[in-house]
């Protein structure tokens, strides 16, 4: 697969203004689909789930799923937006394998939810509002698997798979109106705006808000215009990226795919372009359709969706608290300073914080094992902190394992390792690896007295006072008991043999 051309960041920046756009879709997690009653169930054998109406069977009719249209209004709410009282479905005329009706049934010129907008904060504090265009009620489409290509694409694969289980799943696509002004922060804007969405649908619990399910995709615009010019530059669409880190690295990229391309005195191609994350590239995918391609018309088997202002009270009464007030109680509730609660936020785990302070542990204490020890091996691992396995039960069993004197932190956190490589349970891996802390005096006072023996001067530095000295000492007999002693007891029975008071 051939990469294109690219400047550095840092020059296309100097030269060009970013116009970002996002179209956010998230997957309801309905009971059933938006107009069939089939089963909406994740992950089923393929083809299961479906019934007449998902197939696109002749004579037959849909039904609006009334759940569905509260979830996407409760969306709308969260997002600010005006809710119209009164709106219809439409047809989106387009021909897919994995759409069986040959259309989508979507809304087009009457959304439920229009003209909102949502406060981003980004990593150091800054915040950037977002207008929203809209969000409405569509369905999604089934999956095609592709069988013997690379990386699972369509370009050279023998042939494709098509389950039509997501066929008629309910979605509400979340559309941006152009976002200027965010310069060399676009990258990190579009990864804190699909961010805030995934976190306001799962707060809502609408949505199961699972990227790596799909649940939430996001399809980025990026165009590039240069200092100074207001026109609008022309837009590529990155499809269905659906990581956090993705949409920032596919901003990021075309950005400087642009930049290239318009620094070649070539025009940029309008049209939808593939995200490959082994090689954060994109590609090219088709010409992007207008409107007008798609012709649109009133979905005629479907009568409006009627929505009250009594009905949308009611369902603004049910809201939970937003997360940005989530986040304010949290932080004066743990106790976190301004700098250590947005490093929790941005490391992506101010939920396990919070789940694991419910199954026991202290804020600061959570906080330690997560930021401490999660996020790096996250790090180190190229994944978001959620996807290691990591439960909130295991912090909290660790840390009673270290504050019974059982194990020490250092051998807490070879625990965690042999828990992530499945070697079994903390009990399990401690008794495997013999990570028992060393806590019998006598042990321990032959290792001392070898580690006074070697460093007779630190001995009468301890003598003369200098209690911090002790530390060399007491690494002495970390190192020779391989880092199984009880650190506080060796530094006990140090001063209590050379008759100091500590």
Same mark, same amino acid.
């Given at each position: =697969? ?110 439920? %939810? ?24 569509? +369905?999604? %489409? ?7 290509? %690379?990386?699972?694409? *369509? ?13 008629? $799943?309910?979605? $509400?696509? *979340? ?10 922060? %676009? ?111 009133? +979905? ?70 997560? =930021? ?58 401690? +008794? ?34 200098? *209690? ?8 002495? $007999? ?25």
């Amino acid at each position: =697969m051939s990469v294109d051309a690219t400047l550095s960041f840092e020059e296309a920046m100097e030269k060009y203004d970013p116009v970002l756009g996002f179209e956010v879709h998230v997957e309801l997690n309905t009971k059933t689909k938006m107009f069939s009653s089939a089963p909406n169930v994740f992950g089923d054998e393929p083809n299961t789930n479906v019934n007449e109406v998902d197939l696109g069977m002749p004579g037959v009719l849909p039904v609006v799923n009334k759940a569905a249209v509260e979830s996407s209004i409760k969306i709308g709410l969260a997002l600010n937006c005006k809710i119209a009282e009164y709106c219809r479905f439409a047809r989106k005329n387009y021909f897919y394998p994995d759409t069986p009706k040959n259309f989508q049934t979507s809304q087009y010129d009457e959304p439920i %939810a229009y003209d909102g907008y949502l406060d981003i904060e980004l990593e150091d504090g800054t915040v950037f509002r977002v207008e929203i265009e809209r969000a409405h009620m569509e +369905e999604d %489409a089934g999956k095609l698997t592709h069988m013997g290509g %690379a990386a699972g694409r *369509i370009q050279g694969a023998d042939y494709s798979l098509v389950d039509y289980n997501r066929a008629g $799943v309910p979605l $509400v696509e *979340i559309v941006t109106k152009p976002i200027e002004g965010a310069g060399s922060r %676009a990258p990190e804007l579009a990864k804190a705006y699909v961010a805030a969405i995934r976190e306001i649908v799962k707060n809502l619990g609408v949505s199961d808000a699972r990227m790596e399910r799909g649940n939430v995709r996001c399809d980025a615009n990026v165009s590039l215009r240069p200092h100074g010019q207001e026109r609008f530059g022309i837009r590529s669409e990155t499809k269905n990226v659906n990581s956090l880190r993705a949409v920032e690295h596919a901003v990021r990229y075309e950005i400087q795919r642009h930049a290239a391309v318009l620094d070649s005195g070539q025009p940029v191609i309008q049209e939808t372009r593939h995200w490959h994350e082994d090689t954060r590239s994109t590609t090219s995918g088709r010409a992007k359709s207008d409107a007008d391609d798609y012709r649109y018309f009133p +979905e005629p088997d479907l009568v409006p969706v009627v929505a009250s202002r009594e009905w949308v009270e009611e369902l603004r009464a049910t809201l939970p608290e937003p997360p940005a007030e989530r986040r304010k109680r949290l932080k004066e509730a743990w106790g976190y300073s301004d700098l250590e609660f947005r490093d929790v936020v941005n490391a992506g785990v101010m939920d396990s914080i919070e789940e694991t302070v419910a199954a026991g542990a202290t804020a600061d204490v959570a906080r330690k094992w997560w =930021m401490g020890e999660v996020v790096g091996r996250a790090k180190t691992a190229d994944v978001e902190p959620a996807e290691l396995g990591v439960t909130p039960q295991l912090i909290v069993e660790l840390n009673k394992l270290v504050e019974g004197g059982r194990i020490n932190n250092k051998m807490a956190s070879q625990v965690l390792d042999g828990v992530l490589a499945g070697e079994g349970t903390p009990e399990e891996i401690i +008794e495997k690896r013999g990570l028992a802390v060393v806590s019998d005096d006598g042990p321990l006072l032959e290792a001392i007295d070898a580690a006074l023996a070697a460093q007779p001067d630190v001995a009468e530095k301890i003598r003369g006072g200098k *209690i911090q000295a002790i530390g060399a000492i007491v690494g002495g $007999v970390m190192k020779a008991t391989r880092g199984q002693a009880d650190a506080g007891r060796v530094r006990e029975l140090i001063l209590q043999k050379l008759g100091v008071e500590g």
